[in-house]
């Protein structure tokens, strides 16, 4: 069974603070994104990795750095958090090429 | 700018009834698109997909609609059931790009 797992489920922060939300895949995937939903815009695109060490800008990079220090995790960086990232931040794993993802159950961070 | 676009933002069905859910894409190098079904409070599963080469992808109660030439595709969801509520989003990836979503249509089925 696919699992990928993200810590913490909540998180508030303060505006200035630096938030570190992680991602856990046990799929041996390959590939790993970071989304974030809002309401009226979806899921969208905030950084992706190819494998371990690698990192690649989204969409919406501005504001968030990425970590892929292993093959089974992937982290999102806020190092300045402000109110405008208050959002549902969403994890997947999937292998490269025309394949599924599997999504985390995501993570509510508010940032006041 | 969305690479993917997706309508009705909200849709409501009776029971029994067929919903059709609607999405375009820009990028011509998309060449798979699955369609997810997310509930509330969970993260997005998928549902259903298609790849290009096809017109065409039925599973059960679900279908996907796909008109290459004026990239666009649809979700018919038949006989719809109050447990198909949820949000719906069409994806689009392929030639090594990320995969991209659409703003998502919810879908409420009434008894």
């Known amino acids: 069974e696919a699992a990928v797992t993200q810590s913490p489920r909540n998180k508030v922060a303060v505006t200035g603070g630096k938030v570190t939300l992680s991602c856990n895949q046990t799929n041996n995937h390959n590939n790993m994104y970071w989304y974030r939903q809002d309401t009226g815009h979806g899921l969208r695109l905030i950084h992706y990795?190819?494998?371990?060490?690698?990192?690649e800008k989204g969409d919406i990079p501005d504001g968030y750095k990425a970590s892929r220090p292993s093959q089974e995790n992937f982290s999102l960086i806020l190092e300045l958090a402000t109110p405008s990232q208050t959002s549902v931040y969403f994890c997947?794993?999937?292998?490269?090429?025309?394949?599924?993802?599997?999504f985390g159950p995501g993570t509510r961070l508010t940032v006041l | 700018q969305q690479q993917v676009r997706q309508s009705p933002q909200s849709l409501t069905v009776w029971e029994g009834e067929t919903a059709i859910l609607n999405c375009s894409y820009e990028?011509?190098?998309?060449?798979?698109f699955p369609w997810y079904q997310q509930f509330p409070g969970e993260g997005p599963a998928l549902l259903i997909s298609?790849?290009?080469?096809?017109d065409k992808k039925e599973d059960g109660r679900f279908t996907i609609f796909f008109n290459k030439r004026e990239k666009k595709l649809s979700l018919h969801i038949a006989d719809s059931q109050p447990g198909d509520s949820a949000t719906y989003f069409c994806a689009a990836s392929g030639n090594n790009n990320a995969p991209r979503f659409g703003a998502g249509t919810k879908l409420s089925v009434k008894p």
């Open positions: 990795s190819y494998g371990a060490g690698s990192t």
């Open positions: 990028n011509s190098a998309f060449d798979y």
């Open positions: 298609i790849l290009s080469v096809s």
């Open positions: 997947a794993s999937g292998p490269p090429g025309p394949y599924e993802q599997y």
